[in-house]
C-alpha cells in the first residue's frame, strides 16, 4: 500500500476511535487504508468495532512493538531525573510507554502516512500532506512552535547547546499528528541517535510528554527535511486545529476558521475519561461537543444519548450527592 493512516488507540478511547474512523470516511475519503497501533492490549471493544470497515487492518507486529518500547526505555534510562520523578507519582517504567508505539508507523506497510492521535476528527481533505511529502520526508500543522515547554525541559542548562534558540522557536511540533514515510529512520541512525542522547542529551527531553519530547528529538537532530503548513501555507489558508479555539464556525458538520475549513480538530486537553462518560449518558459539556457526537454516532445516530439541562462543564469538579443536597437546601456555598 502506497498511502495510508496510522491511529494509535485501546479500548479507553473507543468512541474517539469510531468518532475519528466516521469522520475520516465522511471527509476524507471511505476507501482510505487504516492501520490501527494498539497502545497496550486492553483492545477487544475496538477490535470488535472495527471488523466490518474494510480499510481498517490492526498493526501486530509483536517484534516491531517490542522494538520501540525498547528503544524509548533505553533514552528514559538515559535521563538524569525522569524515572525517579515519574516513580514519585506513582507511575512504574516508563510514563505512558504506550504512547511511543506511535513510532511503529516507520516501520509499517505503508509507504507514506498520516499519524493521528485518537482525539481528533478529520475536517478534509488530506492532500496537503501527501503533495508536501513529495519534497519533504516529515509534515506537520499546528501551532506547538510557540509553546516550548511541552516538548522540551526549558530549565535544562544545555538545551540551547543541543539546538540553537532559532530552532527551538521555529522547528518544534506537537506529535499528536505528523505525516512521513515508512524508514525514515534506519537502525543505525537510530543508534547514532540514542548515544547521543545517553551521553547527556537526555537531559533536554520533556518527561511530561515524553513521546512527543523523543519524536521533536529524532526530526530535528536527525536534520530531517521537515515542514510545517502552519507556517509554510500562505496567511490566507492557514486555519487552527485546537479545540480550546472558540471562533471556529460549523456548516455541515464541518469547522471553518475565516472562511477556510479545517483540516482536523484536536481535542487536546479533554481527557478520554469525559468522552466515554458523555456517550454513558452524562450531560458533560466541552467545546465543540456536539461535534463529536454527530461523528461518534454516525452511523447509529439512534445511539446517540439525549440530555435535557444545562451540561456541566468539563473542567469543574462533579459535585457530590452531599454537595448537591446542601445546595439544594440553600446550606451549601454558591
Known amino acids: 500500500m502506497t498511502n495510508g493512516v496510522y491511529i494509535l488507540a485501546n479500548d479507553v478511547v473507543q468512541d474517539q476511535l469510531i468518532a ?14 487504516v492501520c490501527v497501533i494498539p497502545y497496550d492490549d486492553r483492545t477487544e471493544l475496538c477490535r470488535q468495532a472495527t471488523q466490518d470497515r474494510p480499510q481498517v487492518q490492526w498493526f501486530d507486529d509483536a517484534a516491531i512493538l517490542e522494538k520501540w518500547e525498547t528503544y524509548a526505555a533505553q533514552i528514559w534510562q538515559a535521563h538524569p531525573t525522569a524515572y525517579a520523578g515519574w516513580q514519585q507519582r506513582g507511575v512504574r517504567g516508563v510514563n505512558r510507554l504506550g504512547m511511543h508505539r506511535r513510532f511503529c508507523c516507520f ?19 488530506f492532500a496537503p500532506f501527501f503533495a508536501a511529502l513529495d519534497h519533504c520526508d516529515f509534515v506537520t500543522y499546528d501551532f506547538q ?33 505528523f505525516a512521513s514515510k515508512r524508514g525514515l529512520f534506519s537502525d543505525q541512525q537510530l543508534a547514532t541517535l540514542l548515544n547521543q542522547l545517553q551521553a547527556g542529551d537526555a537531559a533536554i527531553l520533556y518527561p511530561n510528554g515524553p513521546d512527543q519530547s523523543i519524536l521533536n528529538y529524532l526530526v530535528m537532530k536527525s536534520n530531517i527535511r521537515a515542514i510545517n503548513l502552519a ?36 481535542y487536546i486537553g479533554v481527557g478520554s475519561g469525559y468522552f466515554r462518560q458523555l456517550c454513558e449518558g452524562q450531560n458533560i459539556g466541552f467545546p465543540y461537543r456536539d461535534l463529536f457526537l454527530y461523528y461518534r454516532y454516525l452511523h447509529a445516530p ?28 440553600g446550606l451549601a456555598a454558591r
Open 107 to 125: 516501520d509499517g506497510p505503508f509507504e507514506r502516512f498520516i499519524y493521528l492521535d485518537a482525539d481528533i476528527l478529520a475536517m478534509g481533505s
Open 145 to 177: 512552535y510557540k509553546d516550548l515547554s511541552h516538548v522540551y525541559d526549558v530549565q535544562a542548562s544545555q538545551l540551547t547547546e543541543v539546538f540553537s534558540r532559532s530552532r527551538l522557536e521555529t522547528e518544534i511540533f506537537c506529535a499528536g499528528l
Open 302 to 329: 439512534e445511539q446517540r444519548p439525549q440530555f435535557s439541562g444545562s451540561p456541566r462543564d468539563y473542567q469543574k469538579p462533579a459535585q457530590s450527592k452531599v454537595q448537591r443536597l446542601l445546595k439544594k437546601v
Open 231 to 266: 507556517r509554510s501555507l500562505p496567511a490566507e489558508r492557514r486555519t487552527g486545529c485546537c479545540v480550546t479555539s472558540p471562533h471556529f464556525i460549523e456548516q455541515d458538520h464541518v469547522l471553518f476558521d475565516q472562511g477556510e475549513p479545517l483540516t482536523y480538530l484536536h
Open 20 to 33: 475519528l474512523l466516521n469522520s475520516l470516511e465522511r471527509n476524507v475519503g471511505a476507501d482510505l487504508p
